[in-house]
T-cell receptor, first 110, second 113 residues
Framework: DAKTTQPNSMESNEEEPVHLPCNHS???????IHWYRQLPSQGPEYVIH???SNVNNRMASLAIAEDRKSSTLILHRATLRDAAVYYC???????????FGTGTRLKVLA | DTAVSQTPKYLVTQMGNDKSIKCEQN?????MYWYKQDSKKFLKIMFS???????INETVPNRFSPKSPDKAHLNLHINSLELGDSAVYFC????????????FGQGTRLTVV
């Protein structure tokens, strides 16, 4: 299982972009990079995932480094509702688990 | 309709009791999971099931016994509850095809007194 390193916490002002980094230097070539978030008192929620190319969806963008050893989750305009713990999860093909690390607690300031 | 639903949402019980948590998903997924989130907020996988078969048991004490009566349900029974079992338990499901998203329930907060 690939190890991940994320900042413990980050702050952002409302309506500004947020870049949440994740290092996963031991990732294998077939591991997808997933991002989940957990809002207070809720279960984890899927945000986005990708393999090599950058990915966009309605919630966020995912930028993956060319060597795949790191990735960045981009929230284009943070809102108060985006305050959560964000987890980056490299997931190996054929496994039946999502391994959560300690994540990054994002605080959004009004 | 809630995709992954767990009952009960809160459970307070005494040490030594036996309790169950139920989980149901209406997404047609083949794989279901149980996770435990302790007081330090660390999320740890306990079990995963695929098509009603146990795939992963992450060295969970055998007081914990999951049961999957069908693909849509994965229940968790806990015998002889201990103080250290107090945590939030999350059920989740995903399609068998790798690299699809998982859906999590809202959690069951278990407090053992």
């Amino acid at each position: 299982d690939a190890k991940t390193t994320q900042p413990n916490s980050m702050e952002s002002n409302e309506e500004e972009p947020v870049h949440l980094p994740c290092n996963h230097s031991t990732i294998s070539g077939t591991d997808y990079i997933h991002w989940y978030r957990q809002l207070p008192s809720q279960g984890p929620e899927y945000v986005i995932h990708g393999l090599t190319s950058n990915v966009n969806n309605r919630m966020a963008s995912l930028a993956i480094a060319e060597d795949r050893k790191s990735s960045t989750l981009i929230l284009h305009r943070a809102t108060l509702r985006d305050a959560a713990v964000y987890y980056c999860i490299p997931r190996a093909s054929g496994t039946y688990k999502y391994i959560f690390g300690t994540g990054t607690r994002l605080k959004v300031l009004a | 309709d809630t995709a992954v639903s767990q009952t009960p949402k809160y459970l307070v019980t005494q040490m030594g009791n036996d309790k169950s948590i139920k989980c149901e998903q209406n997404l047609g997924h083949d794989t279901m999971y149980w996770y435990k989130q302790d007081s330090k907020k660390f999320l740890k996988i306990m079990f995963s099931y695929n098509n009603k078969e146990l795939i992963i048991n992450e060295t969970v004490p055998n007081r914990f016994s999951p049961k999957s009566p069908d693909k849509a349900h994965l229940n968790l029974h806990i015998n002889s509850l201990e103080l250290g079992d107090s945590a939030v338990y999350f059920c989740a499901s995903s399609a068998t095809v790798t690299n699809t998203e998982a859906f999590f329930g809202q959690g069951t907060r278990l407090t053992v007194v």
